[in-house]
């Protein structure tokens, strides 16, 4: 969320595209009748089994197909609706969506992935989340082993969350720590609440082949996923090379543009048929044991 210049209005969007919208409530109206105007849409993005390519799940990752813009990144709207308090709302729509899409997939027969849901810090509060998350997941006819939540390390070091975190682990939902390694180094939660896997943050893997220091860290992350028995996935692999290095490592999942491109639903779709994949039996369970 970048503030203008006078310090008044805020800029929804970045400089270059020039977009001003003078206040924070203009903002948030704007957000409200994008969401009632259904103009959010989800693209996933396949996790794949670098060895075989097989794909063990997808993350969906949201877009505005604004009007006027076209599809803009979450880079360009995420922040102010967290600011405009519309993240919760956000979030729930994110859910049913991908249970909506999930079960429309299933109900052509075609084999579903665990899909995963980035969830921000601020969903978890004041709410029934568990008979919410459990009618969902009913009215579309899917088990919570078709979810998977990822926080980042912020939301898991939050201790008031570890109750809840772990009703939702005991319910079957996996709650998976994203971009790991950017923002503390202390590992404490680790110990408090079952984790699904560990993303190893794509800061970390540009630098294979530049950087020692970041192929250390990447060292060291595989070593303690795999002392703690967590599956590791990697996410931003865009080389060969970082593939070779990743699998020498012990870390047999990747996301990358190497592999795919967050793809809209339609072009998912065809690649289910074929899936080496049935829910609730993610090949991800043999991750960083190598
Ligand atoms: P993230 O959860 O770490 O998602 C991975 C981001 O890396 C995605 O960017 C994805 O398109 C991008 N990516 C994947 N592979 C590669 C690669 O090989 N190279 C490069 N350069 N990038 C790659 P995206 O879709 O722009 O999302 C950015 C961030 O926005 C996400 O980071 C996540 O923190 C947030 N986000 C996305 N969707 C949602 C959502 O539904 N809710 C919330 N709260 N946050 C979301
Ligand atoms: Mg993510
Ligand atoms: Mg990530
Ligand atoms: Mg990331």
């Given at each position: 969320q970048a503030k203008s210049t006078d310090g008044?209005?805020?800029?929804?969007?970045d400089n270059q595209l020039g977009e001003k919208l003078q206040q924070k409530t203009l903002i948030a109206r704007y957000l409200h009748s994008a969401l009632e105007n259904q103009e959010f849409v989800l693209h996933y993005q396949p996790q794949v089994?670098?060895?075989?390519?097989?794909?063990a799940g997808l993350e969906a990752l949201i877009r505005w197909n604004h009007p006027g813009k076209g599809l803009l990144l979450p880079g360009h709207f995420i922040a102010a609706v967290e600011e405009a308090g519309l993240m919760t709302q956000l979030t729930d729509w994110v859910i049913r969506e991908v249970c909506r899409q999930l079960s429309a997939w299933k109900r052509e027969g075609l084999e579903i992935p665990r899909t995963s849901v980035n969830i921000s810090?601020?969903?978890?509060?004041?709410?029934?989340?568990l008979p919410m998350l459990r009618s969902i997941l009913d009215e579309y006819g899917?088990?919570?082993?078709c979810l998977e939540f990822e926080i980042t390390e912020s939301t898991a070091l939050l201790e008031e969350h570890y109750p809840l975190l772990q009703q939702m682990r005991d319910a079957g939902i996996l709650v998976s720590i994203d971009d790991?390694?950017?923002?503390?180094?202390?590992?404490?939660?680790?110990?408090h609440f079952p984790v699904g896997k560990i993303k190893i943050d794509r800061a970390f893997i540009v630098?294979?082949?530049?950087s020692s220091i970041d192929e250390a860290i990447i060292q060291s992350i595989t070593f303690v996923a795999s002392q703690l028995g967590y599956d590791l996935i990697a996410e931003g692999v865009e080389s060969e090379h970082q593939v070779d290095f990743l699998v020498a490592h012990g870390c047999k999942y990747m996301q990358g543009f190497l592999f795919?491109?967050?793809?809209p639903a339609e072009e998912i779709r065809p690649m289910l048929s074929s899936l080496a994949y049935k829910a609730g039996k993610a090949p991800l369970q043999q991750c960083g044991s190598a």
């Open positions: 008044q209005g805020y800029f929804l969007f089994h670098a060895a075989t390519g097989a794909i810090n601020s969903w978890f509060y004041n709410r029934n989340l899917l088990t919570p082993d790991f390694g950017t923002k503390y180094s202390s590992l404490n939660y680790l110990k630098g294979i082949g530049q795919y491109r967050p793809l």
